[in-house]
């Protein structure tokens, strides 16, 4: 049964992740109903748990505290939830493994019972992953050359498909491709499978297994023969991580980096991967068993306690500007030969945002002043370039007497010296072209 349920679980992870919940109506644990809940936990464990010795250790753990009374002085069904979710992990140590009180998500499950009612969940699931777009929330070039995708969860859906080939054929022409799971908890292999067949030219590419307990089978994974529209085959890949990426986006990520298909930049990820489902252990709690692991047919191991390490270490907020940066140089190294290198020019500014060069206080003052219609002014320790009467726009450090305007990404400023002496701004632009103005000697 279990197996039957673990998209199913991937599906609803969203509503069943922590989050705010309502507390109105709550009524007050008592100790038949406490009982009743453990008692059925531990044998859903036995049943189902990928690890039976360890199924059989979180059983008796549980079991043993209900029957001291550790769990009589809580109350409230969350805390409880909480509380016996802390006790299964002490002894599992596996993020996946909880339990949640969601009376709400547990009379859906609980509803599928007639054909009718099946169609009627399937109907309500996918309503809810159509409004969350199926996951995908930005799809865009960042610059020339380099695609952007963010999506903050693997759905499970069976029109969801439609939404990956919309997402990559969008970015059918890119030469870089930015892969965003620093939000992203996981969801189904399914689209694992889908999105990873966008990365490569055609041959069939073993991903992933998976060992079920219940059915003491193993599933392999493989990329698809055929996806409709572009393949991003020849294309260079980055993953964005962070701490929160956990479970499917985990396994995106660690195929890929064992393959060599793709560059992970960010943190070290959660550490789930074993995959499983929502299984109700009464009326108004469910437990997220896993009954699965993951093998990956490189490693023959997997993530799981340790989360996957990224090639580049950086924090995750700084993560986009590294990658993006990253992409553009590699683009540009390929095309040094050229002599109207067509990523050369945003290279450098994004080496300037990633990577930002240095100052020294006393030096900024040195180049203030009045250069024709330019002014620079120093306003908190921040240097402004202005034209005319126009907006201030701050300055961004490049070394070597240039700056750049983020809002103005095809101008930069170039200070020219005479005996070390700035005498003169001189405009760049992206098309080649200077102009230049004298500074204002005051008499």
């Known amino acids: 049964m279990i197996k039957r349920l673990i998209f199913f679980g991937f599906i ?16 007050a644990m008592d100790a038949t109903k406490k009982k009743a809940v453990v008692d059925s936990i531990g044998i859903l464990l036995l049943d189902n748990y990928v690890f039976p010795e ?36 002490s ?26 009612d099946s169609v009627k969940f399937v109907q309500l699931m996918e309503q809810r992953a159509a409004e969350d777009n199926y ?11 380099v695609g952007y995708l963010k999506f903050n969860g693997f759905s499970g859906s069976p029109k969801a498909g439609e939404a990956a080939e919309a997402a990559m054929n969008f970015l059918g022409n890119a030469q870089a491709l930015i892969i965003d799971l620093r939000q992203n908890g996981g969801g189904s292999p399914d689209m694992i499978q889908i999105l990873s067949s966008y990365l490569y030219n055609g041959d069939r590419v073993h991903l992933n297994d998976f060992y079920y307990r219940p059915e003491n089978a193993t599933e392999q994974r493989w990329t698809l023969p055929y996806v409709p529209g572009k393949r991003l085959g020849d294309a260079d890949v980055y993953v964005l991580t962070s701490n929160r990426t956990f479970s499917a986006a985990e396994e995106f990520t660690y195929n890929l980096k064992n393959l060599k298909r793709a560059t992970i930049i960010g943190e070290t990820t959660g550490g789930g991967a074993h995959p499983g489902g929502v299984i109700p252990a009464s009326a108004e709690f469910g437990v997220f068993v896993p009954s699965g692991r993951a093998i990956n047919p490189i490693t023959h191991t997997n993530w799981e306690g340790t989360g996957v390490e990224p090639d580049i270490k950086v924090a995750s907020g700084d993560a986009l500007k590294e990658a993006h940066y990253r ?28 990577h930002p060069v240095s100052m020294r206080m006393e030096d900024q003052g040195t180049y203030t002043g009045s250069y024709g219609p330019r002014t620079i002014s120093l306003e908190n320790g921040q240097l402004f370039y202005r034209r005319d009467q126009g907006t201030n726009y701050p300055l961004v450090y490049m ?24 005498v003169a701004i001189e405009g760049e ?15």
Not at 406 to 420: L, Q
Not at 434 to 441: C, F, L, M, S, W
């Open 327 to 354: 992409a553009v140089n590699a683009l540009a190294e390929k095309h040094q030969d050229d002599p109207e290198n067509p990523y050369a020019w945003t290279r450098d500014e994004l080496n300037a945002l990633a």
């Open 12 to 27: 609803i992870c969203v509503s069943f992740m922590p989050k705010a919940f309502s507390q109105e109506g709550l009524t």
């Open 399 to 422: 070394g070597n007497d240039r700056f750049l305007i983020e809002e103005i990404p095809y101008f930069r400023i170039h200070f020219i010296r005479k005996n070390d002496v700035i």
């Open 429 to 443: 632009y992206d098309d080649g072209h200077t102009d230049r103005n004298e500074k204002n000697i005051r008499p």
């Open 91 to 116: 002894v599992s140590h596996d993020l996946h493994l909880r339990v949640r009180y969601n009376p709400r998500m547990i009379a859906e499950i609980n509803m599928t019972q007639t054909p009718e």
């Open 135 to 145: 996951g995908f929330e930005e799809v865009k070039m960042l610059s020339h050359g």
């Open 54 to 89: 360890k199924a059989r250790e979180m059983q008796t753990l549980i079991s043993a505290n209900q029957k001291a009374g550790k769990y009589n002085a809580i109350m409230d069904p969350n805390e409880f939830a909480m509380k016996i979710t802390e006790d299964l992990q």
